[in-house]
């Protein structure tokens, strides 16, 4: 195995589990999951500096791991991949964004906004299909079912995708090379 090689693998092993060890560190928000916690950041900080591949490969280690510490809450077998590995893995997709770290100040911070908001949208659809498929039942009575699955997803993963831009701004301001490609 070359060199390069094996360090992209050890930083998706070692972001994977900085990952599933910061979602331990959450804000429980509702009692049927959901939480705000920096658990995206590992996987978009791979996805920005080694892109779309090594991003998602993070979050989808990220999403297998993270119900071997937490009892998952599942109902189904799709539903446990939506709401899982699916939908972490889909934070990867932020590396579409990635700009090297010669690029501007403001030009970094807007890729890296537009990347953790788009990698926060995808994951927010994996869990919208979960909620609505199987968890429409939870809706308040004349509570459309997409408007509940929306909402209660969108309530923890905009805040958690807002954390996530703040910290990855932060970082790329004070050490850009280790937050983009070079």
Aim: aromatic residues 10%; glycine residues 8%; positive net charge.
């Amino acid at each position: 195995m070359n060199h390069n090689r094996l360090v992209l693998l050890l930083e998706i092993a070692l972001m994977a589990g900085i990952g599933v060890i910061l979602d331990l560190f959450s804000i429980r928000l509702w009692p049927n999951g959901g939480s705000v916690s920096l658990a995206m950041v590992p996987i978009f900080l791979i996805a920005f500096r080694r892109g779309v591949g090594a991003g998602v490969v993070t979050g989808l280690l990220v999403g297998l791991l993270q119900p071997l510490l937490v009892a998952p809450f599942y109902v189904h077998p799709i539903q446990f991949l939506l709401d899982y590995p699916i939908a972490f893995m889909v934070v990867g997709l932020a590396g579409l964004f990635s700009v090297s770290a010669d690029k501007t100040k403001k030009k970094r911070i807007t890729k890296i906004a537009i990347g953790c908001f788009v990698g926060s949208l995808f994951r927010l659809v994996t869990h919208f299909l979960s909620g609505v498929i199987w968890f429409g039942d939870m809706a308040p009575e004349g509570t459309p079912v997409a408007l509940y699955s929306f909402l209660y997803n969108a309530s923890y993963l905009f805040p958690a995708a807002a954390v996530s831009i703040v910290v990855l701004a932060l970082l790329s301001s004070t050490s850009p090379k280790m937050v983009h490609h070079q």
